[in-house]
C-alpha cells in the first residue's frame, strides 16, 4: 500500500498504534479497491495524494510520519474548509467499510450461519467450455429476475433456451465462510461502485452474478400497486399491464412471498414500528421472499442460509429442469440481425465473449430475450445496430435514497435481524416516500458516521446504539444510459424529487425521535447531528438535496413498452421496434417508476412478455 494510503486511513480511523483490527484495515482497503473500476481507484487515490500533500505543506511531513495528535490537527485543518471537507467525506467511504468490516470482524464475529437446505441444481456451463457454434430456440441475455422467469417460460412452452449470464454462479455454501464486505465487492458490478453522475454523484449498485441483483437485494416482494398498473395501461399503454394480476399472483407463488414474522425482525425493525405506532403512522414488517428468515441482516451480499428466494434459488432450477441451460462468463457483445429477412431485420442468435479470455463464441437462435438491466440493455441494443430510436437509453427513474441513523440510549445492534425489516407507508401513496427500516450487514454500516480522526473512532464504537432507516422516492424519470462497449449513467435530480428527499429525512427523523432517539445523524456535511425535530427543521430549511448521502436503486425505463411508437422503443407487448425476434424482459421494459421495491414488478412483467410470445 502507498504511503499516501496507509497516511489516510491512520488519520480517519485516528490509529494510535493500540488496537489489534486497525492495523488491517489498510490491507483490507486495498481489497475493496482492487473490485472497482481502475477510474474509481485512481480517483481514489489521487484523493488520497492530496490529502498527503496537504499534510506535507502544513507539516513538512507525510501522514504517516506524524504523530496521532498531528494528524488530527491536520484532518481538523482540512474540515474547516467546506470543499476539502466534501472531499474527505468521499474518500472516508471506502475506509469506513474496510474498517468497519476488521472491527467486527475482531470483535463481533457473527455467528456462523446454517443452510436450511441445499440449493436446487442448476445446468451452469462456464464459457470457456461453451462450444465456438451452437444453436437454441432461444437465447435470454441475463439470469436476474426478467431473465430468469423469461427463461422458465419459454423453456417450459418446450423452447430449446440457453440463458447467458456475465457474473459467476455462486452457491449458498460459498456466503458462509467470507466477511460480507468480501462477498459485495465480488457479488456487484464494478464492487458496488457504479456511479450515476450529475449534478452531485449518485451511487447505483446492482448485482453480477448467476441470479442477477435478486441475489443481493434485501428480499422486500411489494405487489405493483393498482394506480401504477393503471397508469402503465393509460397514459403509456402498455396494455400488458391490465391483465398483470394473475401474472404477480404466480410471482408470488414462486417466490413464497410473506409478511416477514416479527420473532426475527430485530431491534431496527421494533424501533421503526415503535416510532411508527407513538404517531399514529401506517407501518407493517414487509412481504418478504424469504420463509425461515434467521435474521443474519445479509441478504445484499448473498444469503448464508437460503432463506431468500433468489432467482437462482427459485425460478431458475425449474427453468432447467425444464430443459434451459446456463452459460456464465458470457459478456453478449451484440445481437446478430438478418437485415434482409423478408418483412424486415430479424435477429438469428448472439455473439458473446468467454470473460477472461479473448475468443468469442455464437449462438443462433430466432428469439432473442433481452434482460441483461436497465443499465446494460441499452447498450447491448447500441452495439447490435439496434440502438437507433431517439428514447433509447433514455426515461430512467432510480429511487433516490438517503439515510438516516437514531441514537438510542440502549444497545439496537441494528445488524442482528432482518436487514430491510418494516415499511412505513404513511407519506407513500400522496408524497412518493417509501420508508423502511434497513440496516447493513456486519461491519457494513459505518458509512453514515459523522467526524473525522479520534470522533470518528468514537462514532465506530458506540456504532451499537444506532437505528437506521432508508427512505427511497418514487421520482420523474431524470436518467439516461449513455454508451456502447460501456455504460455511462447520466442522472440530475429533479427539482420536485429534491424537495420529496428533503420531505423524507424530515420524516425519517421525526420517527426516531418518536421512538426515543436521544439524536439523530443527519448525514449532512457541517451539521452531522441534531437532538430535536426542532433542530432537524431548521436544518433541513437550510439544506440542499444534493449535501446529503445520497444512493440509488432499481434503475427501470430504458427501454420502456408502451403504444406510441415516437415515445416507446418496445411496443405494447415488449417487442424491440425495428427488428423481429427480439423482446424486452428485464426493468428496462417498465413505462415508469413502479414507486415499490420491483422485483416482483419486473419478474410479472417479463412472464407476461414471453407468455404473450409463446401464446
Given amino acids: ?240 399491464a391490465d391483465g398483470l394480476d394473475p401474472f404477480l399472483d404466480e410471482v408470488e407463488r414462486t417466490l413464497s412471498v410473506a ?21 399514529g403512522w401506517t407501518a407493517a414488517p414487509l412481504r418478504r421472499n424469504a420463509p425461515g428468515c434467521r435474521g443474519s441482516c445479509q441478504c445484499v451480499v448473498g444469503c448464508p442460509t437460503g432463506a431468500k428466494q433468489s432467482v437462482q434459488l427459485s425460478v431458475l432450477p425449474d427453468a432447467c429442469a425444464a430443459g434451459a441451460r446456463i452459460v456464465t462468463g458470457a459478456r453478449v457483445e451484440r445481437i446478430l440481425v438478418d437485415p434482409d429477412r423478408p418483412g424486415g431485420p430479424r435477429a438469428t442468435g448472439v455473439r458473446v465473449h468467454r470473460d477472461g479470455g479473448s475468443s468469442h463464441f455464437e449462438i443462433l437462435a430466432p428469439l432473442v430475450v433481452v434482460a441483461a438491466g436497465a443499465l446494460q440493455s441499452p447498450p447491448l441494443l447500441r452495439r447490435s445496430g439496434l440502438g437507433r430510436h431517439p428514447r433509447l437509453g433514455r426515461n430512467l427513474s432510480v429511487h433516490p435514497a438517503t439515510t438516516l441513523a437514531g441514537r438510542f440510549s440502549e444497545p439496537v445492534t441494528a445488524w442482528k435481524g432482518v436487514l430491510q425489516s418494516v415499511g412505513v407507508e404513511e407519506h ?26 479520534a470522533g470518528l473512532r468514537r462514532e465506530l464504537d458506540d456504532a451499537r446504539r444506532l437505528a437506521t432507516l432508508g427512505a427511497m422516492i418514487a421520482d420523474l424519470p431524470s436518467g439516461r444510459v449513455l454508451g456502447r462497449s460501456r455504460t455511462l449513467v447520466r442522472y440530475d435530480l429533479h427539482r420536485r424529487d429534491a424537495g420529496r428527499l428533503i420531505r423524507a429525512v424530515r420524516a425519517m427523523g421525526e420517527l426516531l425521535f418518536a421512538a426515543g432517539a436521544d439524536e439523530v445523524l443527519t ?55 425495428g427488428v423481429h425476434g427480439v423482446l424486452i424482459a428485464d426493468a428496462s421494459v417498465l413505462p415508469c417508476c413502479p414507486e415499490v421495491n420491483p422485483q416482483v414488478s419486473v419478474m410479472a412483467a417479463a412472464l407476461a412478455v414471453t407468455d404473450a410470445a409463446t401464446g
Fill in 1 to 240: 500500500m502507498s504511503a499516501a494510503l496507509a497516511g489516510l486511513v491512520a488519520a480517519l480511523v485516528a490509529d494510535d498504534g493500540t488496537l489489534e483490527w486497525a492495523e488491517r484495515v489498510p490491507a483490507r482497503l486495498e481489497t475493496v479497491l482492487a473490485g472497482m473500476p481502475s477510474a474509481v481507484r485512481t480517483a481514489f487515490r489521487a484523493g488520497a495524494h492530496g490529502v498527503d500533500a496537504f499534510a506535507r505543506a502544513r507539516t513538512g511531513r507525510r501522514l504517516t510520519d506524524l504523530t496521532p495528535g498531528e494528524r488530527q490537527t491536520v484532518l481538523d485543518s482540512l474540515a474547516g474548509r467546506p470543499a476539502l471537507l466534501r472531499l474527505l467525506e468521499v474518500l472516508k467511504v471506502p475506509v469506513l467499510l474496510a474498517a468497519g468490516t476488521e472491527r467486527t470482524a475482531r470483535t463481533d464475529p457473527p455467528a456462523r450461519a446454517v443452510p436450511l437446505r441445499s440449493d436446487p441444481p442448476l445446468d451452469c456451463t462456464p464459457a470457456s467450455e461453451w462450444p465456438a457454434r451452437s444453436t437454441a430456440d432461444a437465447v435470454v441475455v441475463g439470469s436476474g429476475a426478467g431473465g430468469a422467469m423469461a427463461a422458465r417460460t419459454l423453456a417450459r412452452a418446450g423452447l430449446d433456451v440457453v440463458v447467458l449470464e456475465e457474473g459467476r454462479h455462486h452457491g449458498t455454501d460459498s456466503f458462509r465462510d467470507r466477511t460480507p464486505l468480501e462477498r459485495f465487492t465480488d457479488l456487484y458490478r464494478d464492487g458496488g461502485a457504479t456511479v450515476a453522475v450529475g449534478r452531485a454523484p449518485v451511487l447505483l449498485p446492482t448485482g453480477r452474478a448467476v441470479g442477477g441483483t435478486t441475489l443481493v437485494n434485501s428480499g422486500t416482494c411489494y405487489r405493483t400497486p393498482e394506480h401504477v398498473l393503471a397508469r402503465w395501461s393509460s397514459a403509456f399503454g402498455f396494455t400488458l
Fill in 259 to 279: 409478511r416477514q414474522p416479527q420473532d426475527v425482525l430485530g431491534n431496527n425493525g421494533r424501533i421503526a414500528l415503535d416510532g411508527a405506532r407513538a404517531l
Fill in 428 to 453: 407513500h401513496r400522496w408524497h412518493g416516500i417509501l420508508i423502511e427500516a434497513t440496516a447493513t450487514p456486519p461491519g457494513m454500516g459505518t458509512f453514515v458516521l459523522p467526524g473525522l480522526g
Fill in 523 to 577: 448525514g449532512v456535511p457541517g451539521t452531522p447531528r441534531v437532538h430535536s425535530l426542532e433542530e432537524l427543521d431548521e436544518l433541513l430549511a437550510r439544506t440542499d438535496a444534493h449535501e446529503l448521502h445520497l444512493s440509488a436503486y432499481h434503475p427501470t425505463g430504458t427501454v420502456a413498452a408502451g403504444a406510441d411508437p415516437q415515445r416507446s422503443p418496445a411496443d405494447a407487448a415488449g417487442r424491440l421496434r
